[in-house]
């Protein structure tokens, strides 16, 4: 019976293969017909290339880097259009030739490939000052920056990090900055000097940024890095809080006191010193030294705030929580 089946099955090939023989269609004539969205773009801007002629194939050559038809046999190679429609965006300005290359074969076997090309050239123009990330990688966190407006970027960092359970003070005078930025061709400087991924530079300074674009166009920034404020030191009836710092949230601050069993805290005066730039809050009321606060009070918000006094939109805020045990 084994036999037989397998008698069966080859005359069953053979029958497909004289009819797909005798079926064979002669590669029709092709025509490397196209439609292109631009041909003027911006770096990462995309192009679309509709395909509208015939071809049992399509293939597209882009023209940069390693798409090159031109050495297409030194390795260079281009992309397979699927469903007559290919998406492209180019990461480098410059002036590209694009090759549409259109095949068609016969049915059988794929035999008597005829071609037909068409081209056109693409131009990608590059103006982008526009730093999208500044950041800086100091072990074991990275820290951002935000843009509080067109022109200032703020990093905020703490005095000391918690590294292996250990306090571990932060040295802002030499550390290393990434810029993001949308562009390979966009060249940054720092302090009038060419940006350098391994150069150390000191955050406690304030930074001018420029980024100068391929096209010529440029645009200056700042770079303030503030430290999240905290007490230089302070205390309750006589007795001094201990600081609990945060691994995952730098700003927040929790400062313990052992105080006696009985202490009244809705009405205590805490003795507090801080920086010249700092202020302490409760909400939005300022806290002044020798001023009493209500500790029972859970839904008050505490916080230290410090801010530049040439502009008060750059700032650090530290939240803080005041804990209570007894003795």
């Known amino acids: 019976m084994k036999k037989l089946s397998n008698i069966i099955i080859l005359a069953m090939m053979a029958v497909m293969l004289a009819a797909c023989s005798g079926e064979n269609q002669e590669a029709r004539t092709p025509v490397a017909s196209i ?18 002629g015939v071809a049992d194939q399509v293939v597209i050559f882009t023209g940069d880097n390693g798409h090159d038809y031109d050495l297409r046999n030194e390795s260079n190679t281009g992309f397979v259009m699927n469903k007559g429609l ?5 990461s480098v300005p410059g002036k590209f030739k694009v090759v549409c290359v259109a095949t068609t074969y016969d049915t059988y076997m794929g035999d008597n490939m005829k071609t037909d090309i068409t081209t056109f050239e693409v131009t990608v123009s590059d103006d982008v000052t526009t730093i ?23 990093m905020r960092v703490p005095a000391k990090q918690l590294y292996n359970n250990r306090e571990i003070p932060l040295n802002a005078t030499r550390q290393r900055l990434t810029f993001e930025i949308a562009s390979d ?18 955050l406690t300074k304030v930074h001018d940024i420029r980024v100068t674009a391929n096209s010529g166009d440029r645009r200056d920034y700042k770079l303030y890095t503030l430290i999240y404020p905290e007490f230089k030191a302070i205390s309750i009836n006589g007795e001094k809080a201990t600081l609990t710092r945060n691994a995952f949230y730098q700003n927040l601050q929790t400062y313990t006191f052992s105080l006696p069993q009985n ?22 009321t300022e806290i002044k030294p020798g001023t009493a606060i209500d500790l029972t009070k859970t839904d008050v918000k505490y916080s230290l705030r410090r801010a530049r006094t040439d502009n008060p939109d750059i700032n650090a805020v530290s939240d803080v929580i005041f804990n209570i045990t007894y003795k």
């Open 86 to 90: 290919f998406t492209y965006s180019y």
């Open 132 to 154: 999208d990330k500044v950041s800086s990688s100091i072990t074991p966190n990275i820290y951002y920056a935000e843009l509080i407006d067109d022109v200032n970027w703020v």
């Open 185 to 202: 061709s966009s060249r940054i400087y720092v302090d009038n000097e060419p940006y350098a991924i391994n150069n150390y530079y000191d």
């Open 35 to 52: 439609t292109v969205n631009a041909d003027r773009l911006e770096i990462n801007q995309s192009m679309e290339i509709r395909f509208n």
């Open 263 to 284: 202490t009244d805290i809705s009405n205590v005066i805490p003795e507090f010193r801080l920086d010249d730039d700092v202020r302490l809050y409760a909400g939005d």
